[in-house]
């Protein structure tokens, strides 16, 4: 059963899940559960949550649900585990060097559009400069910020019952 933070709808009974069902099925996307993301859930569940938001914003606005949908399930499509992650000299901090890989990483898996990877870029708004062209990005940007404070709070919150 896949479901969202903070949500009590299971995402496959969901118009949402038709937009994302090739994205979320596919083995280089499955592969993100097997990192740890902001501390208590993995990286995966995380797409998924911020997907599932990114695209009930879009739909309220009016705007592209569909490529905010898809954007949001890849926009941290990296490999490495960046607590353990070394970097080197010159290198990009993660913040700005992720977004990119993540980029690189779905344009090699996915057809991607000029929204989508736009989203997948900006996604990190405002801790790098690169400023959101679309409203797509601006949703992103909302539902990832939203989704990174609950799967925190939520898991402390359980510590204290």
Not at 80 to 90: D, Q, V, W
Request: hydrophobic share 40%.
């Amino acid at each position: 059963m896949i479901k969202a933070i903070c949500s009590k709808k299971i995402i496959k009974d969901m118009v949402y899940y038709s937009y994302v069902e090739d994205i979320i099925n596919d083995e280089n996307v499955q592969r993100l559960a097997e990192y740890k993301h902001h501390h208590y859930t993995t990286r995966l569940q995380h797409c998924i949550n911020v997907s599932y938001y990114t695209y009930l914003i879009c739909r309220k606005w009016g705007i592209d649900e569909r490529s905010g949908a898809r954007a949001g399930l890849l926009h941290d499509l990296f490999f490495y585990n960046r607590r353990e992650y070394i970097r080197k000299a010159g290198e990009a901090f993660h913040n700005s060097r992720h977004p990119k890989m993540a980029l690189e990483n779905a344009s090699r898996i996915f057809d991607i559009n000029p929204i989508e990877r736009d989203i997948i870029l900006k996604h990190m708004w405002p801790c790098t400069l690169a400023f959101p062209k679309y409203k797509e990005t601006v949703a992103i940007i909302i539902a990832d910020k939203y989704c990174a404070v609950m799967e925190f709070l939520l898991c402390r919150m359980k510590r204290f019952r």
